[in-house]
């Protein structure tokens, strides 16, 4: 299959340092661009480790049953968390392990070689980094590689990796199994709020989705930087599976970072945005961020379920009734939406406020 020169772009993002080579040139170097300048701002010990224990658990096989019990857990999950871990059993334990087998692999070749697939400055798909906008700007230490998926017109071949000579094949497995899995919470979201199984899906269009593979290489300095800045997802729902032993997702609660702690073979998913505004507020997208450590590198893989382009989100009238409040957000047509997140720097929940209706 050839790459679509018609496949939508979504944004733009000036070149940035490829932080894998600064540790491996000289590991006790972190570039001033790197050094977060607010006190607040900088990654503190946790004061909150005892709820890491009480992040949801979700029981897929029990949840795509329509098990009432499990959707009412659903329900209080995206209302006062936002994130849950879900234990894999659609997801075959061998697909896991594949695609983090091909993407340590990729990670650890010369970056001559990754670069053949290097994000160029006009898109945000390849390998690179995204949301640099400014050279001023504090940078995270992080690289990634970028691709839509889904639907597969919107595939741009040429930033898909052929090192691993399996990793092209990885990838399409691995985000088909996801997808299936996404589906499947989304239709059980349509039913806690209020519709019938299939319209939430429905309301989708066309249910786009994209891969990030994340690589956080270890840092000398974890206490004056971040992986990822803080942020709310932008999709619907995201689905992330992070390595069994490495620590690094943390999540806001309660106005302390929370770090979610892996659970071998379970993906983590949260709110986006576009489900905060279908709820009218009721789920939220919740701040997330990714701090380092000295010890050892890290890799995650984030699958975002995103509304087509020409979707309108605004809160379902059910919501808004049932909620017992006004209508909190304004309508947006996704697309745009989506292509005004990518002109910023990530920053919290600010973009959400930009479609906030003030009280």
């Known amino acids: 299959m050839a790459s679509n020169p018609d496949a939508p772009a979504y944004g733009s993002s000036l070149p940035a340092p490829n932080v894998q080579e600064i540790v491996r040139s000289d590991p006790l170097l972190v570039p001033e661009r790197y050094l977060i300048r607010n006190e607040e701002d900088l990654p503190k010990c946790d004061h909150m480790s005892h ?49 983090k087998d091909a993407a340590a692999e990729f990670f650890e070749l010369e970056l001559e070689e990754k670069n053949k697939i290097a994000m160029p400055p006009d898109d945000i798909q390849g390998y690179g980094h995204t949301h640099v906008v ?18 597969s ?3 741009k071949l040429k930033f898909w990796p052929t090192t691993p000579k399996e990793f092209k094949e990885v990838i399409e497995v691995y985000s088909s199994e996801v997808r299936k899995v996404g589906e499947e919470l989304l239709r059980s979201l349509s039913i806690i709020m209020g519709m019938e199984r299939d319209t939430l899906l429905g309301l989708h269009k066309e249910l786009l ?29 995201t689905i ?28 983590v998913v949260n709110v986006g945005d576009a489900i905060e505004i279908w709820s009218n507020g009721k789920y939220k997208s919740i701040e997330h961020r990714v701090v380092t450590t000295e010890s050892k590198a890290r890799l995650s893989y984030a699958s975002f379920l995103l509304p087509n382009d020409d979707v309108e989100v605004e809160p379902f009238d059910y919501m808004v009734e049932s909620t017992g409040s006004v209508r909190m ?22 973009h959400i406020q930009t479609v906030k209706i003030e009280s």
């Not at 009412?72 to 334990?93: H, I, P, R, S, Y």
């Not at 400014?134 to 970028?146: A, C, F, K, P, V």
């Not at 990030?212 to 709310?232: A, E």
Request: net charge neutral; glycine share 6%.
């Open 240 to 267: 992330l599976m992070q390595e069994d032993n490495a620590t690094g997702l943390q999540i806001r609660q309660a106005g302390e970072w929370v770090l979610v702690k892996p659970i071998p073979n379970a993906l």
């Open 51 to 99: 709820l890491s224990s009480e992040v949801p658990i979700i029981d897929f096989s029990l949840l795509s049953k329509g098990h009432k019990e499990e959707l009412k857990k659903l329900d209080l999950a995206c209302k006062e968390w936002g994130f849950f871990q879900l234990n894999a059993d659609g997801v075959a334990t061998e697909v896991l392990q594949a695609i």
């Open 153 to 155: 017109r919107y595939r």
């Open 329 to 350: 957000y304004k309508k947006v047509r996704y697309g745009d939406y989506l292509r005004q997140a990518f002109k910023k720097k990530i920053d919290g929940k600010a």
């Open 209 to 237: 989705q994209a891969l990030r593979v994340n690589y956080y290489p270890q840092c000398c300095m974890p206490d004056k930087v971040l992986g990822l800045s803080p942020h709310s997802d932008k999709s619907s729902i």
């Open 134 to 151: 400014s050279e001023e700007q504090i940078l995270d230490w992080s690289d990634s590689l970028s691709l839509f998926v889904y639907p």
